[in-house]
């Protein structure tokens, strides 16, 4: 099963200084991810000053840029897991040196797999497992 981890994020990362300490230790455990083998990806995004975001409403489309809000609801980084189970990707949560935070949020969600869907759901269901995109 594949797992996706959301950092949520805080005013460290929104202020873009993580320091070099903590980049260290989340270094040394993302590199356990690798050696276990259950890190598929993992990507840290830049603070939301420097994002927008597209909104569809009404048949309209307005760009907003950032910042974006409070930055406890915002995302800053992600890792994609491949685990046997909901537990196994929170065990490997509870590994990561930003669990010790106090204010440290993470979000764990299952990602779908072909094998969810029936033929119905997906026609050509043979010609959708090719990736979307190239690696």
Known sequence: MKFMVILKGDKYC??????????????RYNRTLVEAGVLLVAEEFHPSARAARVERSNGT????????????????????????????????VMRCPLAEKAD??????????????????LPNLEDRREPLVAA
């Open 104 to 121: 440290a949020r993470f979000v764990i969600r299952q990602l779908h797999d072909f094998g969810d869907f029936g033929a119905e759901d």
């Open 14 to 27: 929104e202020a873009g200084s993580l320091s070099p300490p903590l980049l260290a230790e989340m270094a």
């Open 61 to 92: 489309t307005a760009v907003v840029h950032g910042p974006f809000g409070e930055p406890g609801g915002l995302m800053a980084g992600f890792w994609v897991l491949s685990v046997a189970s909901l537990r196994d990707a929170i065990e490997w």
